[in-house]
């Protein structure tokens, strides 16, 4: 038994001692949505203040732990009036609300570079588990900075009634879905 302790004592210091942690590259990153407007329209959006970080203590980062946080009054579709709505207690107030984030749990290997990443969504004071598609690009050395930069795209649907986004707005008028497209460049921290 003691041996067994060791051995797993040993493992998980091992883990601890080669995890990594990314942080995201503001700068070469973007964090989007896409909600149909009355059925025949596609509305675009993106958070302009966001961060998020990796750890992982793999190379093809299979064991990733993400975690992203947006503030919610950074949501810019481009008007101002529809802005405003957005940040109003209809949809995600702000006020109440400041951030929304996402914590994985899990990940599972689809194929090469691709996975499915587990974890919760915080939106709205709403917290539920989804599952988002993640797309490993690639790591390079940075010619700039000399250090090691990963790429990563995340795409996924949610459905703003699991969140209670924007109940008063029903179909068709918005639709539930809402894509979601998450995408940039990590800098290794250490």
Do not use: C
């Amino acid at each position: 038994m003691k041996k067994i302790f060791i051995l797993a004592a040993a493992v998980l210091m091992n883990s601890a001692v080669f995890a990594q942690t990314w942080k995201v590259n503001k700068a070469h990153s973007h964090l989007t949505f896409t909600i149909t407007h009355l059925a025949v329209s596609d509305v675009d959006g993106v958070f302009k203040d966001f961060d998020a970080t990796i750890t992982s203590s793999k190379p093809d980062f299979s064991d990733a732990q993400f975690n992203f946080t947006a503030n919610t009054a950074s949501v810019n579709t481009g008007v101002d009036q529809r802005d405003s709505h957005l940040k109003s207690p209809d949809f995600f107030d702000v006020a109440k609300y400041p951030t929304m984030t996402f914590a994985s749990n899990s990940i599972q290997p689809t194929s090469a570079g691709h996975y499915k990443l587990n974890g919760n969504l915080t939106l709205n004071g709403v917290t539920k588990p989804v599952t988002l598609d993640l797309w490993y690009r690639g790591t390079i050395t940075n010619p700039m900075s000399k250090t090691p930069d990963a790429g990563f795209q995340v795409t996924g649907t949610i459905k703003r009634s699991d969140f209670n986004f924007g109940s008063k707005f029903g179909s068709p008028m918005l639709s539930d879905e809402v894509v979601v497209k998450a995408a940039g460049e990590f800098d290794k921290v250490n």
